[in-house]
Every structure is written in C-alpha cells, then in structure tokens.
C-alpha cells in the first residue's frame, strides 16, 4: 500500500509524544463530524474538513470558530446556515490539538474498526485537504526551511497518490507509519508557520 512511499519521520527532528487523551471533553468523532456535514450538504468529507481546518491554523490562520467556514471558501446550501455546534466543536478541537503542549494532534480519520481501506483513503482526503488549507491562509511557501518544504513536498505526494492493499496486516502497519509521518510533518509545521516570518528558521 504506502510501501512505495520515502517517507521517513525521523529525519524530522522534531519531539514528539504518541496520542493520549488529553483533554477533558471528548473530541469531534469523524462519524458525529460526517452526520453534521450531511445535515448541512457542504459537499466535503470530514476528514478533507479536518485537514482544511488544520492547514489553515497551521499556517498562522486568523479566521475564529464562527467566521472559518467563510475563510475556507465552504460552498453550502444558501438556506443552510454555517454557525453550527458541530462546526464550532471541530475549530475548538483543532486549535486545542495544535497547541497541546504534548503533542496530541492527530488526522480526523474513521474508527479504527473501519476498513484500512477506507482509513488510508480518508488520509488521502486528509493530506489534500491540510494543503488547501495551508494555501488559503496566505503563508508565504518561500520563508519556510528546507524541512519544512520537504514535509509540504511529501504531503503532496500522499495526497496525490492512490494506493493498492494487499495484506491487511501489512496494510495496516503501512498506514501507522504513514499516520504518524503525517502527524509529525503537521507539527513541525505549525510550529515553524506561526512562529514571526523574522525568527523562523531551519530546525536541527
């Protein structure tokens, strides 16, 4: 499946601790994200969104929980008003992920006992959607380290790729991997994008 791909995050020197629970309040669930995104026919996934909404903060992005939906050129229905719980609780979990002390950001993707295809494609969507979001949020790709244009360089390539599935423990092994390469590019990020354009620097 991701076999092919050369990714490898330890070349990223960046600490970093597994997921736990951290926060008190459960988080958004890609299936309660997934129902509200029918309700409101916004015509994207809730792993794409995800990805939208952390590219976006990643990248220094000012826009708050109610006006995000408009920062990120969201198409709904016109009768279909975007100041939804669903969409505030996502915000909420995003930026209090991204800036976990511990490091507890990770990719919005399907329950565990959904098929790993399903996972891999949603990591897919996720990729795709986290770049977006980078580019609406105006940073400039050029005051970046090298590093850090490497990991936006390898996103692009997962969210450009498809993937075959052979063996699902092979499979599922492959997309740990993948994950946590995602979740680890993701923070090297945000903490190079949000620190002042002057102080950033290539991270050793």
């Not at 990805?51 to 903060?57: D, I, N, Q, R």
């Not at 580019?135 to 790729?161: M, T």
């Amino acid at each position: 499946m991701f076999g092919r791909a050369t990714l490898r995050p330890a070349r990223y020197n960046v600490a970093y601790a597994p997921p736990l629970a951290r926060m008190t309040r459960s988080p958004l669930t890609h299936a309660e994200l997934s129902g509200a995104l029918q309700s409101l026919r916004l015509g994207t996934g809730a792993s794409e969104l995800h990805g939208s909404l952390t590219g976006y903060l990643s990248a220094g992005g000012s826009a708050g929980a109610d006006d995000w939906p408009a920062a990120l050129e969201l198409d709904p229905d016109p009768k279909t008003p975007l100041h939804h719980e669903a969409l505030r609780r996502l915000y909420r979990d995003c930026r209090g992920a991204l800036d976990d002390p511990d490091l507890g950001f990770e990719p919005l993707l399907p329950a565990p006992e959904v098929p790993v295809e399903e996972r891999a494609d949603a990591l897919v969507d996720w990729c795709r959607g986290f770049l977006g979001g980078v580019g609406l949020s105006g940073s400039a790709k050029q005051s970046l380290s090298a590093d850090a244009n490497e990991v936006l360089a390898d996103l692009g390539r997962i969210a450009a790729s498809r993937f075959d599935y052979d063996n699902a423990e092979e499979d599922e092994t492959a997309l740990s991997e993948v994950l946590e390469f995602v979740r680890v590019g993701v923070m090297l990020l945000h903490t190079e994008l949000t620190r002042p354009r002057a102080a950033r620097r290539s991270v050793h």
